[in-house]
């Protein structure tokens, strides 16, 4: 089974989006996402390098998704 790789913040929003989370809250260089269905909540760090691997797996944590959506 493939490890987690690092992601850019983009393939992250997409992930989610496609999985039925909304955009919450957008301040600075953070996004808060929230799926009603789920009432998952998760932020993602929005900079223009890749979100490192301790950090995707919190995002995954949280968002209460399969780990296996982010892996490529």
């Known amino acids: 089974m493939p490890r987690l790789i690092p992601l850019k913040p ?3 929003e ?9 955009l919450n809250v957008s301040k600075s260089s953070h996004k808060q996402f929230f799926n009603p269905q789920s009432g998952a909540h998760t932020t993602v760090s929005y900079h ?10 919190s995002i995954v944590r949280q968002s209460q998704l399969p780990i296996d959506l982010f892996r490529k």
């Open 48 to 57: 223009s390098k890749e979100i490192p691997v301790g950090t995707l797996r």
């Open 14 to 22: 997409a992930i989610l989006l496609e999985h039925g989370f909304v």
């Open 10 to 12: 983009r393939e992250i």
